[in-house]
């Protein structure tokens, strides 16, 4: 039986971020139900920078987790963890109004411009230019290095002596005079605090616990990858999106990605791609660029899980002492792992959080479980 002062669950972005923080405050046991860790939502994600995109908290949370992006630590990652890439918005000739709703997301930090449609097509030769009527540009996007940067926890939770488990399902909590008792695969392992970093497991894992469900739903999101048109270089376009809840695309190793960005409410599940999901994107794409698909692309997809709040849960169960949730990051997990594992080591080491997170506008009682949130928190 290993024993550990935090025994967090689940080794994606995360508890993997949640697992590396806590490290400096004692020892940790980080589990994973797969045989390698990130295979499910941070191991298919769209991997963007989007500071000006989600609730006001999101938004908060990702400005505070900006630093460590730019200028991380120095034994963290060899490579940088952001790359310029830029967004545009565009809107479709007679809904030009409705590029308000992306202008209006503009932080002093982040500003969104609104450009000519001449230049929007000049940014993105694969859209078909006629369907430009207005368009704005956000510079702050940023292609983010997701698999650099969830070794960087693991590495790091390595050199402060905390240990990976990989095919260990939990499959069983108990807690007795103080200490959670964990079994996970063939084995057991006890710690004071278990931290519940399970995706779109959460609610399962707090079942176990005989915690009181987070209404957590995760949402399946289907994307391809297609060769771009021949002669056309994509390397250097900027993400593209049309107004209100659409598609976009982005380059991809030479290649362009794209999704539906839909949200299909799933149970907890190995995501896998759905045909008719592929079959709408590829008619999408024909009809608002130039590609021409005549062959299967290479599809997946991936799980993104919510609250109903679509903030992110980081807190203390109220009734199931040592309890720690740490769920419900929406499609926001990568840009918020910093700030999410900081938070948890605060909340877990000292109640409490610090003061800059604090003048940022992040309160823990924004975060802390359903049912014990006060009215009115974001």
């Known amino acids: 039986m290993a024993t550990a002062d935090f025994l967090v669950i689940g080794a994606g972005i995360s508890g993997a971020a949640a697992a590396h923080a806590l490290a400096a405050h004692g020892s940790v046991l980080l589990l994973e139900a797969e045989s390698l860790p990130g295979h499910h939502a941070t191991g298919r994600s769209a991997a963007l920078y989007t500071p000006n995109f989600g609730t006001p908290l999101v938004c908060r949370i990702n400005a505070a987790g900006r630093a460590f992006f730019e200028t991380p630590p120095e034994d963290f990652a060899a490579a940088p963890l952001l790359g310029r890439r830029g967004g545009l918005t565009l809107a479709k000739p007679g809904e030009e109004a409705r590029l308000a709703e992306a202008l209006a997301a503009a932080t002093p930090r982040d500003p969104i411009e609104r450009i000519e449609a001449t230049e929007a097509a000049r940014l993105a030769p694969v859209i078909r230019a006629e369907l430009i009527g207005a368009a704005a540009y956000e510079p702050g996007v940023a292609d983010m290095d997701v698999a650099t940067i969830h070794q960087g926890f693991l590495q790091g939770l390595r050199r402060r002596g905390g240990r990976l488990i990989c095919k260990a399902p939990v499959t069983a909590l108990a807690r007795d005079a103080g200490i959670w008792t964990v079994t996970a695969g063939a084995e057991t392992h006890q710690a004071p605090i278990v931290v519940n970093a399970a995706g779109a497991w959460g609610d399962v894992i707090g079942r176990m616990a005989g915690a009181a469900p987070q209404s957590l739903q995760p949402k399946r999101r289907t994307a391809i990858v297609v060769a771009p048109p ?95 949730w740490l769920i419900g990051q929406g499609g926001f997990g990568i840009m918020m792992a910093p700030t999410l594992a900081r938070i948890t080591a605060e909340l877990v080491t000292t109640g409490a959080l610090a003061e800059d997170l604090v003048a940022l506008g992040i309160r823990a009682a924004d975060l802390t479980p359903r049912g014990a949130r006060p009215a009115g928190a974001d």
Do not use: C
Not at 234 to 262: C, I, N, Q, W
Not at 263 to 279: I, M
């Open 230 to 324: 021949a002669g056309l270089v994509v390397a250097t376009m900027p993400l593209v999106e049309f107004v209100g809840h659409s598609p976009y695309l982005k380059p991809d190793g030479g290649r362009l990605m794209a999704s539906l960005a839909d949200e299909t409410p799933v149970p907890p599940q190995d995501a896998q791609p759905d045909d008719l999901d592929v079959a709408v994107l590829v008619d999408w794409l024909e009809r608002h660029t130039h590609l021409a698909i005549r062959t299967a692309p290479r599809a997946w997809a991936g799980l993104r899980s919510f609250v109903p709040d679509l903030n992110p849960v980081a807190g203390f169960d109220p009734e199931r002492a040592g309890f720690f």
